[in-house]
């Protein structure tokens, strides 16, 4: 059952919430129809409260709508994707150079980067997703932290709802999640022996992901991008 059912009243924003997760971790893949009568079913709920959710996912870029054809789930914008990763990688490449300007610093953001690979393993052993991704965003958020920007990713939240759909997509089709590791391991013995140019030059292709939408497909379906 789903946990809104359990409820006796819900309103338009946690039915927005509840679908903005699914639309995040692929429940609901792009280019899926939503059905109002569906959702009412689903939710016991009325149209009505359905469609202010729809109206919030349409202004977070989630939903497109077309008259007569019905909602569905938008498919993944490539250019905003590539425009996400350059400020990331920027952001990161820049926090990186501040953080190996002090010795002490780079060894301690690096000691506490390699307990968060050790529960990357963990959860990849477990084939725990979401364990995985919340060690990868705290192993990337210590990087920001030692440098003194942590606010920065709170910048770009919204934004952010769309890199987790694509991040999502591209583990789930590539199965990614050992090269990924390995990528941060190399990263995190760079940082620690303050290797700039190593360092740069890791981080570039730790977030250079777009190379894989080629790969990226279901039998029968033309794309999941636009």
């Keep these: 059952m789903n946990r809104l059912q359990e409820r006796s009243m819900i309103s338009s924003d946690d039915i927005y919430q509840d679908l903005l997760e699914k639309i995040v971790n692929l429940e609901y893949m792009p280019g ?9 079913e689903t939710y016991r709920c009325t149209r009505h409260m359905v469609r202010g959710a729809f109206v919030m996912l349409r202004q977070k870029g989630l939903l497109e709508v077309y008259p007569q ?8 914008d490539l250019q905003l ?3 996400i990763l350059f400020l990331r990688e920027a952001a990161e490449t820049a926090a990186a150079m501040q953080v190996m300007a002090d010795d002490d610093l780079a060894e301690t953001a690096a000691k506490q980067m390699q307990k968060q690979i050790e529960k990357q393993k963990e959860a990849a052993d477990k084939n725990d997703i979401q364990a995985y991704f ?21 910048l770009l939240e919204d ?3 769309h890199l987790r759909r694509w991040r999502n997509l591209e583990v789930r089709s590539t ?5 990924l590791i390995r990528e941060h391991k190399a990263i995190c013995k760079a940082l ?6 190593k360092t740069a030059s890791l981080l570039h292709e730790h977030f250079d992901t777009l190379k894989y939408a080629e790969a990226i497909g279901d039998p029968g379906r ?3 991008f636009r």
């Design 222 to 224: 033309d794309t999941y």
């Design 159 to 161: 934004e952010y709802i």
């Design 81 to 83: 994707i590539g425009d």
């Design 69 to 76: 054809r019905g909602s569905y789930v938008s498919l993944i």
């Design 32 to 40: 899926d129809l939503l059905s109002e009568h569906s959702l009412c």
């Design 175 to 179: 199965k990614r999640i050992p090269v």
């Design 192 to 197: 620690r022996r303050q290797d700039r140019e």
């Design 134 to 154: 919340e060690a990868d965003d705290s192993f990337h958020q210590i990087l920001m932290e030692a440098a003194g920007r942590q606010a920065v990713r709170a």
